[in-house]
């Protein structure tokens, strides 16, 4: 398992906020831990170059739940194969809906040239959800660093995505406010049930007649049963 402070090319599309970073500050993390009782850690960091400013800085650390936006017709179908979802996300861009889940802040003080960085560190709430990225739901972390202007703001961000192997083939239930699906699809050693918002995820075992067949890896299943390359979710 690892964490990254970005979007993985496998991730592409799915409605993450990708990083970005200020004209004059970057955010630098030391310890990542995306989940109920796991810890932020990291740095503000002054570009090289540019001049010191005497605003303060606030970081933040937020979790939301995330869901797919689907078309109308297939609001409340409860049953959704794997082809069939993978297909509904081919269709277009799809649209994705948040819903704040928990926020921190912290003032840092200034880059004012008497300091090139300021250190921040966060302790995550035990009842927070496990970072996770699926079909139709996730629950999504980010890191921002915020300084006020004159008008506006700059801003400092980044996403915090768990990649992870997923090897045990298992029946994935996401519900949303639109609708609950039974997903066949595999799952990582670390994933777990997960409540928070209107976003619940349940892990079942799968029926003997719905595993993969022998020596199938989960890329071969997906391409078997959606004629598609496997993605993320």
Request: with cysteine.
């Amino acid at each position: 398992m690892s964490v990254r402070a970005g979007i993985p090319e496998e991730f592409a599309g799915r409605g993450i906020p990708p990083p970005t970073e200020a004209r004059g500050f970057r955010l630098s993390l030391d310890v990542a831990e995306p989940w109920g009782g796991g810890t932020i850690d990291g740095r503000v960091e002054n570009i090289a170059g540019r001049a010191g400013d005497a605003r303060p800085l606030t970081v933040s650390v937020s979790c939301c739940a995330s869901w797919i936006d689907i078309a109308p017709q297939l609001v409340g179908r409860s049953k959704l194969g794997l082809a069939s979802a993978y297909e509904l996300r081919a269709r277009s861009r799809p649209i994705w809906l948040d819903e704040p889940i928990f926020r921190d802040h912290l003032e840092v003080g200034p880059l004012d040239g008497t300091a090139n960085w300021r250190r921040f560190e966060f302790s995550l709430p035990s009842f927070l959800p496990r970072a996770f990225e699926g079909t139709m739901c996730a629950f999504r972390y980010t890191v921002e660093a915020v300084r006020p202007r004159a008008v506006g703001r700059s801003l400092s961000a980044l996403p915090l995505i768990l990649v992870e192997r997923r090897s045990e083939p298992v029946v994935r239930v996401e519900t949303t406010p639109i609708g609950t699906w039974r997903l066949f699809v595999w799952r990582s050693e670390g994933e777990c049930d997960a409540h928070a918002g209107p976003v619940s995820v349940h892990f079942e075992p799968r029926a003997l007649a719905d595993m993969p067949k022998a020596g199938e890896t989960r890329d071969d299943e997906i391409l078997r049963r959606t004629g598609r390359v496997a993605s993320a979710g």
